[in-house]
């Protein structure tokens, strides 16, 4: 059990359907420097049923009245992909802090005016890249950062299986659902590449930048079979090194995501599991200079608290931030656009010059 802490962040989650009930209601539950002040739903059945739940202090079913709350210090925002600008835009604006599901935007122009509103409220935003919170991911990060010298070249799979709902089914509880919940307009898996890229790709190409850096160019090819699709990007990084990203939804066997990162000084091979599981990634970390590995347990695998602690921990003493900003986020988007320019131009394209939507 995590000891709470005497100061707590006042967290308001946005938000009560499936990725709020698996993942943020819970993180604010066991959060040792963070707590669920606050829920909002426009579902009154949903609010009240994850009020009686997890007993919040206040329940709110409009978002502008739960920001006019003075008692209430950040918002988690755990929306469909399209609410997830406005609604941080909405609480940066209300002198909130913000941990904001990834993808933080669709498009370019969506996290640059996100960006504006960051600056201008002088508050903390942190995108809800969690894979940065697995402790043997960032076991990995520090050796890449601390000890492996020049990086050689990074190869990395996030590869969803068939067989993801099977396993998942097993583990979670059954989500509550609403008739009443509010949805987007539109269908977003109408478009399968931008909605596995947004979905899956985002997390693939922050890993990618969490261990190797910067990323200046891609080049991309996408091939779509029996209902599967398979991107296959090679990556340019500031650092000089090299990267092959694969991407590939579904792959008809376990859920098989990692990466295989050649340096200098040694060399890191991971293998991440499927995060419903709340299970560290396994990682190998060999150092030349003696021969030898190191295999980091990673016990603590509730990377969605970890999150969370860090945003808490940020905004209530200072500390740098562990998690991805709102550059990091615009970084991810201008790399998914970029891939999905490559895929439909065939050429080599460079971050800083796409626009538009993935």
Not at 30 to 36: C, E, I, M, Q, T
Not at 125 to 151: C, I, S, T
Request: aromatic share 8%.
């Amino acid at each position: 059990m995590i000891k709470k802490q005497d100061r707590r962040l006042r967290v308001g989650v946005l938000g009560c359907g499936p990725i709020a009930q698996f993942a943020h209601l819970q993180s604010c539950a066991k959060a040792g420097n963070a707590d669920l002040y606050a829920i909002c739903d426009a579902a009154p059945d949903l609010l009240a049923r994850m009020g009686a739940t997890y007993e919040p202090q206040k329940m709110y079913a409009d978002y502008d009245a739960m920001l006019a709350d003075p008692e209430l210090e950040a918002v988690i925002v755990a929306t469909s992909d399209a609410y997830h600008v406005p609604m941080s835009i909405k609480a940066l604006d209300a002198g909130k802090h913000v941990l904001c599901e990834k993808p933080i935007g669709t498009s370019v122009e969506e996290g640059e005016a996100l960006a504006a509103a960051v600056k201008r409220s002088g508050k903390v935003l942190q995108v809800g890249h969690m894979k940065r919170f697995d402790p043997a991911l960032e076991a990995a990060r520090d050796f890449v950062r601390d000890e492996m010298g020049e990086v050689l070249s990074l190869k990395a799979w996030y590869c969803d299986s068939t067989h993801r709902y099977t396993n998942t089914d097993a583990v979670q509880p059954l989500p509550v659902t609403s008739k009443l919940a509010r949805k987007p307009g539109g269908n977003p898996k109408a478009d399968l590449r931008q909605y596995f890229m947004l979905a899956h790709g985002s997390h693939l190409v922050d890993t990618a930048r969490f261990l190797c850096g910067k990323i200046t160019a891609v080049r991309a090819r996408l091939n779509e079979r029996f209902g599967a699709y398979c991107w296959f990007v090679e990556t340019e990084f500031a650092s000089g090194a090299l990267g092959h990203l694969d991407l590939t939804v579904a792959v008809r066997m376990d859920w098989h995501e990692g990466f295989q990162l050649y340096g200098e000084n040694g060399s890191v091979i991971a293998k991440t599991f499927n995060p419903w599981y709340f299970r560290a990634s396994e990682v190998d970390i060999f150092h030349e200079k003696d021969a030898t590995s190191r295999k980091p347990l990673g016990a603590d695998g509730h990377f969605f608290r970890r999150q969370l602690e860090g945003l808490a921990d940020t905004v209530l003493t200072g500390a740098p931030m562990r998690g991805a900003n709102v550059d990091d986020g615009i970084a991810s988007i201008r790399a998914m656009v970029a891939i999905a320019r490559s895929v439909e131009t065939g050429e080599r394209i460079e971050l800083a010059s796409v626009s538009g939507a993935v």
